[in-house]
Nanobody, 124 residues
Framework: VQLQASGGGLVQAGGSLRLSCAAS????????MGWFRQAPGKEREFVAA?????????YAGSVKGRRFAISRDNAKNTMYLQMNSLKPEDTAVYYC?????????????????WGQGTQVTVSS
């Protein structure tokens, strides 16, 4: 499956962005999906994951509390990440990832397919 992330940009602290990840090549609903991010000088870290059907989601502690919301539309082969109340520490390149396994996982090495990343910059 090929993935393409989009929707990043420059936003002020407290603002919102919605990222999209468009999938092609395989049956989208056969994959769990995840969002990761990588800030300069840091390792790539897990943000959120969603099950094949979209019925189960899981978030990193840093984005819990409804700041971020992951969703997917299997009819459109697209996953989303709605990001609200953005903070400067959310600044990073955001990547989408996919894997055909059933269980939601958070480790980067458990995802077989990756998109190219989209830059999110939050100014203070």
């Amino acid at each position: 499956v090929q993935l393409q992330a989009s929707g990043g940009g420059l936003v002020q602290a407290g603002g919102s962005l919605r990222l999209s990840c468009a999938a092609s090549g395989r049956t989208f609903s056969n994959y769990i999906m995840g969002w990761f991010r990588q800030a300069p000088g840091k390792e790539r870290e897990f943000v959120a994951a969603i099950s094949r059907s979209g019925g189960t989601t899981y978030y990193a502690g840093s984005v819990k509390g409804r700041r971020f919301a992951i969703s997917r539309d299997n009819a459109k082969n697209t996953m989303y990440l709605q990001m609200n109340s953005l903070k400067p520490e959310d600044t990073a390149v955001y990547y989408c990832a996919a894997d055909p396994q059933l269980q939601l996982v958070t480790a980067t090495n458990r995802y077989a397919y990756w998109g190219q990343g989209t830059q999110v910059t939050v100014s203070s």
